[in-house]
């Protein structure tokens, strides 16, 4: 018979397994009430179709839930931001609720190093009469970026940056992005609560790429707590996202 602390512990991976990296709420009723209650019945009627469509992919883990695009559109919306960028598109949810948020002439730079599953979700992006706002780059987005901060007329342009790509890669990321962002601007970085395996004990057993990935989360959460040049405020929704604001 299991013990109650293994019983608990199967729980766990159940729930796990079941929200992933969409919810850390510690209950699987309450989050299902936050999206019967308020997101599904508001969710625009595009974001709803690519979310249904996303969901037959192979890879559906790896979407925006819906209660974090609805919190992104609403973001972008207080902070009436006009020129973004997103890192890590996949099928495109995010970057749906972005391109509803921003206005007519509002731009999304938009990078992946995989255009198949970006251009899954185009025709539904399409129809929903904001694809002209998006330019996707395909490729990885470093070089990417290391040209734009060579280039010069891209420093302190982008209003809110969205990352959720490699997460080996954020320190690098940051370090260039906080050059591109404006003063007073946003960078969200995506997963930073990385399925709970932030406060895992060592021997916790985690899928293998959680652990990989570990590391390079705990390392970035504890450079953007001490980077003087950001305030930050870290949220538990979806994965956790932490949005950084800089100040100088
Ligand atoms: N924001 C997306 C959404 O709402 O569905 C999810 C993005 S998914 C978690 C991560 C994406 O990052 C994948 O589509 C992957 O191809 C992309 N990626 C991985 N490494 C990258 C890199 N070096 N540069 C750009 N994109 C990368
Ligand atoms: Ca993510």
Redesign the pocket.
């Known amino acids: 018979m299991a013990t109650k602390q293994e019983e608990q512990q199967n729980n766990q991976a159940g729930r796990h397994q079941e929200v992933g990296?969409k919810s850390l709420l510690q209950s699987d009723a309450l989050y299902q009430y936050i999206l019967e209650t308020s997101v599904y019945p508001r969710e625009p009627e595009a974001m709803k179709e690519l979310r249904e469509l996303?969901a037959k992919h192979p890879?559906n883990i790896?979407?925006?839930s819906a209660d974090e695009?609805q919190f992104l559109n609403m973001l972008l919306k207080l902070i009436n931001a006009k020129n973004t960028m997103?890192?890590?598109?996949?099928?495109?949810?995010?970057?749906l609720?972005t391109a509803l948020a921003l206005p007519d002439d509002g731009k999304i730079l938009a990078?992946?190093?995989?255009r198949e599953?970006?251009e899954l979700g185009l025709p539904v992006i399409q129809k929903a009469g904001v694809a002209h706002k998006i330019d996707f780059r395909e490729?990885?987005?470093?070089p990417v970026l290391d040209q734009m901060i060579e280039d010069g007329k891209y420093h302190g342009s982008f209003d809110f940056i969205?990352v959720?790509?490699?997460k080996d890669?954020y320190l690098n990321y940051h370090k260039r992005l906080i050059e591109l962002v404006k003063l007073g601007g946003l960078i969200g970085y995506?997963?930073t609560l990385w399925n709970g395996s932030v406060v895992a004990p060592p021997d916790a057993p985690l899928r293998k790429y959680v652990r990989y990935y570990r590391d390079f989360v705990l390392e970035l959460n504890k450079a953007l707590a001490v980077d003087p040049r950001i305030e930050i405020c870290q949220l538990p929704v979806g994965d956790g996202i932490t949005l950084c604001r800089r100040i100088s």
């Open positions: 990296h996303t890879w790896m979407t925006t695009g997103e890192i890590g598109v996949y099928t495109g949810y995010s970057l609720a990078m992946d190093i995989n599953n970006y490729g990885p987005a470093l969205f959720d790509a490699d890669n995506d997963n």
